[in-house]
């Protein structure tokens, strides 16, 4: 994933995420290696919550892990330094709006 990880561990999730909006692709993965939990407890906490859509089909869990790895990947690209929010409440409210309830029903719609 990226050649030396302690180049980044001393650095703050902000200073990680200005190289990764940069173009530091090592930046990048290591943010992701580090969200990789909150990504997956946002997941496994709407899956239990909408448990009535996995049943029939509608909701699976591969799905909102991936919806949670698109809202930390939009996260690290909008993210403003200057709003006065850290990156980590930033972060999982980007996964929590991919993962949750306004598009979760209309999951899997079939068109005519």
């Known amino acids: 994933m990226f050649s030396n990880p302690d180049v980044f561990s ?3 999730d902000e200073e990680l995420v200005k ?3 940069n173009g530091d692709t090592a930046a990048e993965s290591f943010i992701f290696s580090r969200y990789k939990s909150s990504v997956i407890s946002t997941a496994k906490y709407y899956f239990s919550k909408f448990s009535a859509f996995c049943l029939t089909g509608l909701l699976d869990y591969d799905d909102l892990h991936q919806e949670g790895l698109l809202g930390l990947w939009s ?4 993210f403003k330094d200057e709003k006065n929010v850290t990156f980590k409440t930033y972060s999982a409210k980007c996964i929590a709006n991919e993962c949750g309830p306004p598009r979760v029903p209309s999951r899997k719609c079939s068109c005519r």
């Open 10 to 12: 001393g650095l703050t």
């Open 75 to 78: 996260a690290i690209y909008s």
């Open 19 to 21: 190289r990764a909006q």
